[in-house]
């Protein structure tokens, strides 16, 4: 924490943006937050965090994507440890955005692939 107490931001974040929670969803047997850094502007990248609890183990692989659940029409990413309790990725917002596009969160496990979604409007 800061001394103004405001949460402190991982490092690097400065550069994007505001950051507008979009929820806590369980993800791999786990409950995280998740985070966009900035704006998510059709045709341009939009910048995520995955936060997990201190303590819990991050899955190898978490990839995202804008868009449909399916994934059509969208580019999936591969999102990034950072620090100690954060995966970060950068997403790229598919132009032209559908209405009802939300952001999507896919871990693969060995015991099977886990997915959930979050709305885009914070």
């Known amino acids: 924490m800061h001394k103004n107490g405001e949460p402190?931001?991982?490092?690097?974040?400065?550069?994007?943006g505001p950051e507008h929670p979009l929820g806590e969803v369980t993800l791999g047997g786990i409950k995280v937050q998740?985070?966009?850094?900035?704006?998510?502007?059709?045709?341009?990248?939009a910048d995520f965090d995955v936060r997990f609890p201190a303590g819990s183990k991050r899955p190898e692989t978490l990839r995202g994507?804008?868009?449909?659940?399916?994934?059509?029409?969208s580019m999936k990413?591969?999102?990034?440890?950072?620090g100690d309790t954060v995966m970060h990725g950068h997403i790229v917002v598919p132009k032209p955005l559908a209405?009802?596009?939300?952001a999507w969160f896919e871990v693969?496990?060995?015991?099977?692939?886990?997915?959930?979604?979050a709305p885009l409007k914070y």
């Open 8 to 16: 402190e931001k991982p490092a690097g974040h400065e550069d994007h």
């Open 99 to 102: 209405e009802d596009s939300l």
């Open 34 to 45: 998740i985070v966009l850094l900035g704006d998510a502007k059709p045709g341009e990248e």
């Open 65 to 73: 994507w804008i868009g449909l659940e399916s994934g059509k029409g």
């Open 108 to 117: 693969e496990a060995a015991s099977g692939n886990s997915k959930v979604s």
């Open 77 to 82: 990413t591969r999102f990034q440890n950072e």
